[in-house]
């Protein structure tokens, strides 16, 4: 194939997703169910201490979304680093990166809908699990098959419910840190935090044992870049939005585990459910549960929204690269790559059928190959932005309108971080399960990339946003 035969490509879809559509897009991605209930079981393997782990987990991604904007807000196309990776990596790299996010969002869904099942369930008792896993992936198509604002507005409102909660829960803890609120007037104060084994309770190596659940908890932060294509003034919505993740990771994650830690012994929470309705009963809402209940469907529907929304947006980049079938492609009258989200919502079922066999096991299998699959595409979003300057040269970086900070040593470091907790997951039985899973996929995908002939075509350019304007 010759590298001077390329074909220039333009998008198809609308820019409906206005800044207010970004920010909490960014800020929904940023905070998941792992927050409101899977904390418990970080807190209980590393104590306090659980919050260094959010803290450096939180830094390495930020680098990555870092790298991920300096290469967006030039080329702000749909598909994001799919696109990107294809372009300045090479068209393996595209292919693999396209496909892979893909199968990322796809098992994600699986889990979340299965979160919604779950939670139902409590209300619902004598409703089937996966009926309420049905009706939350055909809630969620329905929005995402109306327009991409329709889109933006479900995680909007989705999104400024999981953050009021959480503000909610920061604001009074620390009346009742402080001002005894909830307490009889009586100043909790912040010694649980030190008490009970201390700080590291479980030294280190708890820290560390709890990385790779951390890790899970960001799973989806990176969609914004997805939403390039359809952003309006990208340079500016996208920029603004990656700019505001390390410190909306230390205010969500950090402070809210915090507040909860010092009102409670962290030996405490382990055992007996969500944190948050621990807090909340303390303070004398009654119905704490229902009301957390709550947020969490909110929470999962938020994630399985995102999600149908990124695999759509994947094979619509990827059948313009020629890597997918040319159908997906199309787009509805609305700018919508309908059939690209259709086949993903089918594939989608096999979540809903996997609850109605394996209810009580579902949610564990799909999270911890959802986990490692990310894991290769912030990997790759890495040595895209690293690739990215090598071709624009000395002369073009001096024009990047968002730099990426401590470049290349900012990126050696995340993937340094990445290698250790894959190389650590490997002596866990649990998390060797992703592991294989994810190994298997991306061996599957090359198979499929050279039997197919695909590395044979003719490589194509996407169009800057100046050039379509």
């Not at 294989?436 to 990339?449: E, K, R």
Request: with cysteine.
């Amino acid at each position: 194939m010759s590298e001077e035969k390329r074909q220039i490509v333009h998008e198809d879809l609308n820019r409906g997703l206005q800044e207010r559509h970004i920010q909490l897009i960014a800020l929904g991605g940023a905070i998941g169910v792992g927050l409101f209930l899977g904390s418990a079981s970080a807190i209980e393997k590393a104590g306090p201490g659980v919050v260094l782990a959010y803290i450096t987990a939180g830094i390495a991604i930020f680098f990555v979304m870092r790298a991920m904007g300096e290469i967006t807000i030039e080329y702000p196309v749909s598909g994001s680093f799919s696109a990107h990776a294809y372009q300045f990596l090479n068209p393996l790299a595209g292919y693999v990166s396209g496909w892979n996010y893909w199968y990322v969002w796809v098992v994600t869904c699986m889990a979340e809908i299965t979160a919604v099942g779950v939670y139902v369930h409590l209300w619902l008792p004598d409703l089937p699990q996966w009926i309420s896993c049905l009706c939350a992936l055909a809630l969620m198509t329905c929005a995402n098959l109306i327009s991409v604002k329709a889109y933006g507005e479900f995680e909007f409102w989705f999104a400024l419910i999981k953050i009021v909660t959480i503000i909610f829960l920061i604001i009074t803890g620390a009346g009742m840190i402080f001002f005894g609120l909830g307490n009889d007037g009586v100043a909790v104060g912040i010694s649980n935090l030190t008490a009970h084994g201390g700080f590291l309770p479980h030294g280190f190596g708890g820290v560390f044992d709890t990385m790779l659940m951390v890790l899970f908890a960001y799973v989806g932060i990176e969609v914004i870049g997805v939403t390039a294509g359809e952003a309006a003034n990208p340079e500016k919505t996208l920029s603004a939005a990656i700019d505001k993740v390390l410190y909306r990771i230390l205010l969500f994650y950090v402070l809210a585990l915090l507040v909860i830690m010092s009102i409670y012994p962290w030996d405490q929470l382990g055992h007996a459910g969500s944190p948050f309705v621990m807090v909340f009963e303390k303070l004398g809402i009654s119905g704490a549960a229902h009301v957390i209940n709550f947020v969490v469907i909110t929470a999962a529907l938020s994630s399985c929204n995102s999600g149908i929304y990124s695999t759509g947006r994947m094979l619509y980049n990827l059948s313009l690269q020629g890597k997918a079938p040319k159908a997906f492609a199309t787009v509805s009258a609305n700018k919508v790559p309908y059939k690209a989200l259709g086949i993903s919502v089918v594939f989608m079922l096999i979540g809903v059928a996997l609850n109605y066999y394996l209810p009580k096991d579902v949610f564990e299998i799909v999270t911890s190959v959802s986990a490692f699959a990310c894991m290769v595409t912030w990997i790759m979003i890495l040595f895209c932005q690293m690739s990215f300057r090598k071709k624009v040269g000395s002369e073009g970086i001096e024009k990047i309108r968002y730099k990426m900070p401590f470049t290349p040593y900012s990126n050696y470091l995340t993937l340094i971080f990445f290698a250790v907790v894959l190389v650590s997951a490997l002596f866990s039985a649990n998390t060797r399960i992703g592991i294989i899973a994810t190994v298997i996929w991306l061996v599957f995908l090359v198979c499929v990339y050279y039997i197919a002939g695909l590395n044979k075509q003719e490589k194509v350019e996407f169009s800057r946003y100046e050039e379509e304007k």
